[in-house]
C-alpha cells in the first residue's frame, strides 16, 4: 500500500479537463517538493511536472501541478487522446529518507 | 542528448541473485547520482535506492537492504543494480533514472527504456 494516496482511475471527454489527486502527509508532501510522472502503455515514466508546479522542456501548458500543505493536484486541461496513461506523483519523505511514489492514477479519455 | 541503455531480460530461478546494468551518455557520468526504481507487472513504481558514480556512495530503501547492491563502473559509465535472493515477488521491470537532488526535493529527469527480470523456477 502506497502512502502516498491516489485515486486508481480518472476519466473525461476530449477537451475536458480532469485533475488528479494525490494525498500525503507532513514529512513527504507536506515538506518537499511533488513531483508527477507520465507513464504512457509499454513505455517508461516521463517526468512531467517538478518542484510542484513546473513543467520540463516539451511538456505542454496543458499539464499544471499545485500543492496545499500535505496534498497535491495533477491537472489536464484540453483533454487529447494520447494523454491517456497512468499518472504517478512523488515526493521524497523526511522520515524514511527515501521517495514515495503514489499507487498510480490510469487515465481514460472517451 | 542524454540516454541511459539498460541490459537485455533476464530470466531467474528463485533464490538467485541478478544483476542489471545501466550505461549513461550524453552527460558527465560522475556529476549525477543514478538511481533504480521497479514495476510489477500492473502494478505502481517502488523506489529501491541510489548510487553516487563518483564517490561509490548508496543509499538503499529499508524494504531492499541486505538484498540489494548497486554498483559502478567509472570507465565504462555504468551503474548497476544486483538483487540477491530471488523470489517470484521480484518479477518485475526495473527501471534506472538519472537523479536531480534539490534542496526539498530529489526527482528522477532521465529513464532507461527498463528491463524485465522474471523469477520462475
Known amino acids: 500500500q502506497s502512502v502516498l494516496t491516489q485515486p486508481p482511475s480518472a476519466s473525461g471527454t476530449p477537451v475536458q479537463r480532469v485533475t488528479i489527486s494525490c494525498s500525503g502527509s507532513?514529512?513527504?508532501?507536506?515538506?518537499?517538493?511533488v513531483y508527477w510522472y507520465q507513464q504512457l502503455p509499454g513505455t517508461a515514466p516521463r517526468l512531467l511536472i517538478y518542484r510542484n508546479n513546473q513543467r520540463p522542456s516539451g511538456v505542454p501548458d496543458r499539464f499544471s501541478g499545485s500543492k496545499s500543505g500535505t496534498s497535491a493536484s495533477l491537472a489536464i486541461s484540453g483533454l487529447r487522446s494520447e494523454d491517456e496513461a497512468d499518472y504517478y506523483c512523488a515526493a521524497w519523505d523526511d522520515r524514511l529518507s527515501g521517495v514515495l511514489f503514489g499507487g498510480g492514477t490510469k487515465l481514460t479519455v472517451l | 542528448q542524454v540516454q541511459l541503455v539498460q541490459s537485455g531480460a533476464e530470466v531467474k530461478k528463485p533464490g538467485a541473485s541478478v544483476k542489471v546494468s545501466c550505461k549513461a551518455s550524453?552527460?558527465?557520468?560522475?556529476?549525477?547520482?543514478i538511481t533504480w526504481v521497479r514495476q510489477a507487472t500492473g502494478q505502481g513504481l517502488e523506489w529501491m535506492g541510489w548510487?553516487?558514480?563518483?564517490?561509490?556512495?548508496?543509499g538503499y530503501a529499508q524494504k531492499f537492504q541486505g538484498r540489494v547492491t548497486m554498483t559502478r563502473n567509472t570507465s565504462k559509465n555504468t551503474v548497476y543494480m544486483e538483487l540477491s535472493s530471488l523470489r517470484s515477488e521480484d518479477t518485475a521491470v526495473y527501471y534506472c533514472?538519472?537523479?536531480?537532488?534539490?534542496?526539498?526535493?530529489?526527482?528522477?529527469?532521465?529513464w532507461g527504456q527498463g528491463t524485465l527480470v522474471t523469477v520462475s523456477s
Open positions: 550524453g552527460y558527465t557520468f560522475s556529476s549525477y547520482d
Open positions: 548510487m553516487n558514480p563518483n564517490s561509490g556512495n548508496t
Open positions: 507532513i514529512s513527504n508532501i507536506g515538506s518537499n517538493y
Open positions: 533514472a538519472r537523479v536531480m537532488w534539490e534542496q526539498l526535493g530529489y526527482y528522477f529527469d532521465y
